[in-house]
């Protein structure tokens, strides 16, 4: 053993500045997010928002109503979020904008789902009181609200949740009443029987945006239609031949609709051809462009029969059918089935498939209607609510459902008399696309029955005081508006339809081919059907006198009505004596027939702008709202029914910008389904991942076009969110004590690298800013998220943490980076605080325990950076950083460096080059190596750059490799100053 005295090294890592902070990379999310959502209700964060932005521009965000039915599901995410990050963003953006969020809660799903209630305890709800039943639908409908209303609120959206709007309320449901008495009083609302969609499931009309279409296959049949009178001379001349029959041939895909049949359509400029039936003294009729599809349908069983050559084939003109007459194949049942059946032009027949000719049915097609009734053809109502024949109609009485594939198949009673009466030529499947309720998922039919419409093309005059124009503040209970009148389409007074269609053009859409969905939708609706003939919903409210069949306008019967809605609800209509009551006095109530229709659910939530944005019950809200935000369906629904409402009573849309969302979809692009397995859902994601992981997959898709979510993409999210996390992290550590005396003030006495990553941040700033500006989200977060990575972890950071880690405290580098980091982390924690909600404002109570919530602050103000040629310089020299990582990386590789600090780094620059404006010390840092040499003069065309390992030794705190530490020495110069 040696005598000799052994010497170690110190450990100087006592003496470096490390970053500290109590924040923990380890996120907790699910355990942290409800501690902290419960201290913002318990400090009334919403009611503190708007003490703090009182007074200040506002921008009004609509709440488009989810329906009280239900746990929310991913779409409820992607929604309510989307308006979040709305709402947060203009308020940091420093105007006053309030939420209020709102629920659907009358109509049929509703209704639905208490029925099967009943269905399951084995009641009829035909023996309910009406009340009784109404009171059931309420109850239902309050329990979802209350549910979905605790779960919005741990996705942390923030609103007036203690003071939501329901279009069932008391104030909602006299103010939908009002708007429809506002509606009648202008004589757009009437009454009509027309074909309509109809659920013989549900025993209810229903509108548009309530039908979704599935494949389904149907029984196509080819049905014969004797002709027994024309004026054709080529069919006279078949029908002068001793036993000549000679018949009309019809297809359709809807058997059930023969029974209805009432006349025989075809196309004016269709040219058509007789077809003999050879061994018989029959001849068929049958446009030309679709007689061989005729005969390949009608296959084996006519082999052979019909005359296969065109040479033997006569011709007519569809305009010289006018004035023949066919017979219905069930004519010997007598009565309806035998008047005659008249063959009318209808512009609607095509060739593009079937035969040419169309069975006019007007209970059951728009088009077979307007064709009937321009030739005095009346519908014959046969077919009951529920799908089955009326019990006293000829044929099938009381048998049905129409809808039941059995029923219409080639065994089902229609098909087997058709047989019967030798009128059946052929029979066989279809698939097609049909309409079906999105309620009950079954098929709906349409369906001629007395209803109340608003007519798209009739005149109105609403009077001046009605018209709305521009932004105003909300109106008090009762107000009409005063602000300026609205111009009338040029077309005069102007019908609804072209309100509404010049409404679309001013309106902006994002994105903008929302403007061409919608704008296509009502240019071709039809008019807009408001009559349901259910229970749970608010009752058309007008009383039709029996004599005149008009409705009674009265506004002072209509004030009494809405008066007692508003007090006691719905039940107000039906109550005894009720009638009287709203008649008044000098009225019978026996003259007039009560109208017990309830209103389309879709002109409730049609009616929320005004009850929500006018009648004064938040205050803080105003007339119109800057947007709506809806999925893409609501171009048919939310969208639409607000705007025709608005246009019909106010000449204007209730809202300035449409912001569309897509559909979410599985990982693989898959529509989701509890069926497939393929579901996300959102409640059992917060109680793994946390609300914020969520939050940030939004912000982070283009939601504007469908979009996916699965484990993996999650995942990815998730990764995202430990970056960001980190970034705040390390601000944390690094600003730990930071104090304003500390501050660099003056960002011309910075150095280079501050002043180039102020400028950025002012670059971003701006960016960010225009994102905002066209909703861009999803551009705001990778913005976002890029600078994070990219500019201050993989660059900024890794450069300066020498700086923080070594420099002295007083160091004017190390204060000008640590001011430049408490730059970033207020604008970074605003900047992400609308996305992140929960983790800003931990983030924000690590850094200020005892300061307010970091969703009261605004948007950040950056200190004037503004140098052009800090982004131009710093981007070369970016370039070159990456020039001196290539040469550094295989080294490491090679292990003939373990890191880039032991590398010196030679620069040749050509003869015409600036010398870089930093010093090669300057330049080391950047490069993160030991040593840089400049040589000017190279004859290159660029810069020339060459790594080599340094033979320096290895400063014991900062491990920069430098001349000055020798053998026996363990720090470099600056290091041993900063400890001394």
């Keep these: 053993m040696s005598d000799e005295p052994t010497t170690e090294k110190r450990d100087w890592r006592d003496t470096v500045f490390l970053p500290k902070t109590a924040f923990p990379m380890k996120a907790g999310l699910p355990q942290k997010e409800p501690a902290l959502l419960a201290r913002w209700q318990s400090q009334d964060l919403y009611g503190q928002l708007r003490a703090a932005r009182a007074g200040r521009e506002k921008f009004i965000l609509h709440d488009g ?248 084939w006569e011709t007519v003109k569809g305009s010289d059918l006018a004035g023949t007459i066919a017979r219905h194949p069930m004519h010997h049942l007598g009565g309806f089935f035998a008047k005659p059946r008249p063959l009318i032009p209808a512009p609607h027949v095509t060739t593009d498939a079937g035969t040419g000719l169309v069975h006019m049915a007007p209970d059951h097609g728009e088009e077979d209607f307007e064709a009937c009734k321009a030739v005095g053809i009346d519908p014959v109502f046969a077919v009951e609510g529920d799908g089955k024949y009326r019990e006293d109609w000829l044929w099938l009485g009381g048998q049905g459902s129409v809808i039941n594939p059995k029923f219409n198949g080639p065994e089902g009673p229609i098909l087997t008399d058709l047989r019967e009466a030798g009128a059946l030529l052929s029979a066989g499947d279809f698939r097609h696309s049909y309409p079906h309720s999105w309620r009950s998922k079954a098929r709906v039919i349409y369906r001629c029955t007395p209803q109340w419409f608003v007519g798209m093309d009739q005149p109105i005059d609403l009077p001046p005081s009605r018209l709305r124009e521009g932004t105003g503040e909300g109106l008090s209970a009762g107000a009409e508006a005063t602000s300026p009148p609205l111009a009338p389409p040029a077309s005069g007074r102007g019908t609804l339809r072209q309100r509404a269609l010049a409404e679309i053009d001013r309106v902006r859409f994002v994105p903008d081919k ?87 659910v879709w002109f409730d939530s049609g009616c929320t702008h005004v009850f929500t944005l006018e009648s004064g019950l938040w205050p803080e809200q105003r007339w119109p709202a800057d947007l709506y935000l809806e999925g893409s369906d609501q171009h048919r629904g939310w969208f639409q029914s607000s705007l025709l409402e608005s246009c019909a009573t106010r000449g204007r849309a209730p809202y300035d910008t449409v912001l569309t969302h897509g559909f979410t979809m599985d990982s693989k692009g898959m529509k989701m389904s509890k069926s497939l397995g393929n579901t996300v859902n959102p409640l059992d994601l917060m109680k793994e991942t946390g609300a914020d992981i969520l939050r940030l997959w939004v912000a982070s898709v283009d939601f504007t076009e469908d979009h996916r979510i699965g484990k993996e993409i999650l995942a990815g999210v998730s990764d995202a969110y430990r970056k960001i996390r980190n970034t705040f992290r390390y601000l944390l550590g690094a600003l730990e004590g930071f104090e304003e005396a500390e501050r660099v003030t003056d960002i011309t006495a910075m150095p280079e690298l501050e002043r180039y990553m102020l400028a950025l941040l002012s670059r971003l700033d701006e960016e960010l800013k225009t994102a905002l500006g066209d909703y861009d989200f999803n551009g705001y977060a990778r913005a976002l998220s890029d600078f994070c990575n990219n500019d201050l972890s993989a660059f900024y950071f890794d450069i300066r943490k020498d700086c923080l880690y070594c420099d002295a405290p007083g160091d004017p580098k190390r204060m000008a980076y640590r001011s430049v980091l408490d730059t970033l982390f207020h604008a970074l924690v605003r900047w992400f605080a609308p996305i992140l909600v929960f983790t800003t404002e931990e983030v924000w109570s690590t850094r200020y325990p005892d300061a307010p919530s970091v969703h009261l602050s605004d948007w950040p103000e950056l200190p004037d950076a503004a140098d052009p040629r800090m982004l131009e310089i710093w981007a070369s020299y970016r370039a070159l950083r990456e020039q001196v990582t290539a040469q550094i990386e295989p080294m490491r590789r090679e292990k003939v460096i373990g890191s880039s600090l032991e590398a010196r780094v030679a620069i040749g620059l050509p003869d015409t080059a600036d010398r870089p404006m930093l010093s090669a010390d300057e330049l080391a840092e950047l490069f993160i190596v030991s040593e840089v040499l400049i040589d000017t003069g190279t004859v290159v065309e660029g810069p020339a750059v060459v790594a080599h390992r340094v033979d320096y030794q290895k400063c014991g705190r900062c491990w920069r490799h430098l001349p000055e530490v020798d053998e026996d020495g363990d720090l470099c110069d600056r290091c041993t100053e900063v400890v001394a």
């Design 65 to 312: 109503p989810p329906y009280a039915n239900g746990d929310i599901h991913i779409g409820h995410v992607l929604n309510k979020t989307l308006k979040d990050l709305v709402v947060r963003t203009q308020t940091l953006l420093g105007k006053d904008a309030p939420y209020v969020p709102g629920w659907d809660c009358h109509g049929l799903p509703i209704e639905w789902k208490v029925e099967e209630q009943y269905r399951k305890k084995k009641r009829n709800k035909d023996e309910v009181p009406p009340a009784e039943f109404r009171a059931e639908c309420r109850a239902y409908a309050q329990h979802w609200v209350d549910v979905q209303r605790e779960q919005f609120q741990r996705l942390g959206i923030l609103g007036a949740w203690d003071k939501p709007y329901l279009t069932m309320s008391f104030e909602a449901e006299a103010t939908i009443v009002g708007e429809l008495c506002k509606v009648a009083e202008s004589g757009q609302l009437y009454r009509g029987a027309k074909p309509v969609m109809w659920s013989p499931v549900e025993k209810t009309a229903l509108a548009e945006a309530e039908i979704e279409y599935e494949d389904v296959v149907s029984t196509q049949i080819d049905v014969a239609f004797e002709i027994v009178e024309t004026k054709s001379s080529a069919i006279q001349a078949l029908l002068d031949k001793s036993h000549l029959k000679t018949f009309v041939v019809v297809w359709t895909t809807t058997p059930w609709t023969i029974p209805v049949n009432q006349a025989v359509a075809y196309g004016e400029d269709i040219k058509y051809v007789l077809i003999p039936e050879g061994g018989t003294v029959n001849t068929y009729l049958v446009a030309e462009p679709l007689a061989a599809a005729f005969l390949e349908r009608c296959g084996d069983k006519q082999a052979g029969i019909f005359s296969l050559h065109e040479s033997e």
């Design 514 to 600: 929302g403007r061409n969905r919608i704008g296509s939708m009502v240019e071709g609706r039809p008019d807009w059907v408001l009559s349901r003939q259910r229970a749970w919903g608010v009752p058309i409210t007008l009383f039709v006198d029996r004599k005149t069949g008009k409705y009674l306008v009265d506004p002072e019967v209509n004030a009494r009505i809405v008066a007692a809605v508003g007090e006691k609800g719905v039940d107000a209509w039906t109550e005894e004596g009720a009638a009287q009551r709203f008649l008044g006095e000098g009225r019978n109530p026996d003259d007039f027939e009560q109208v017990t229709d309830i209103l389309d």
